[in-house]
């Protein structure tokens, strides 16, 4: 099992860039697929960007161009660089880890990102 605790959250304004963390602990051995989610109010969570454990990545194309998954094995960490924030990126964001054989799913707590003027 793993538990996983983001940070980095906070409220910025339009234009302006944050950069998430989430770090990995427990049977960290074992992960697999790392990503974050997020989800506004009265919406569904949806996948913003995930990265294997070997690195490759994706992103949705909501965020492309603006936000950059990245993973430090060697920490236990998996990142998200959030830059040109718009309003509608206003969302609690949540790290995601599969875990195992079985790709057994993991969740942080979240983290509040609010992007206004």
């Known amino acids: 099992q793993v538990q996983l605790v983001e940070s980095g959250g906070g409220l910025v304004q339009p234009g302006g860039s944050l950069r998430l963390s989430c770090v990995a602990s427990g049977s960290v051995f074992s992960i697999n697929d790392m990503g974050w989610y997020r989800q506004a109010p009265g919406k569904q969570r949806e996948l913003v960007a995930m990265v294997t454990n070997r690195g490759a990545t994706n992103h949705a194309d909501s965020v492309k161009g603006r936000f950059t998954i990245s993973r430090d094995n060697t920490k236990n960490t998996v990142y998200l660089q959030m830059n040109n924030l718009k309003p509608e990126d206003t969302a609690v964001y949540y790290c995601?880890?599969?875990?195992?054989?079985?790709?057994?799913?993991?969740w942080g707590q979240g983290t509040q990102v609010t992007v206004s003027s």
């Open positions: 995601n880890a599969a875990w195992g054989r079985n790709y057994d799913v993991y």
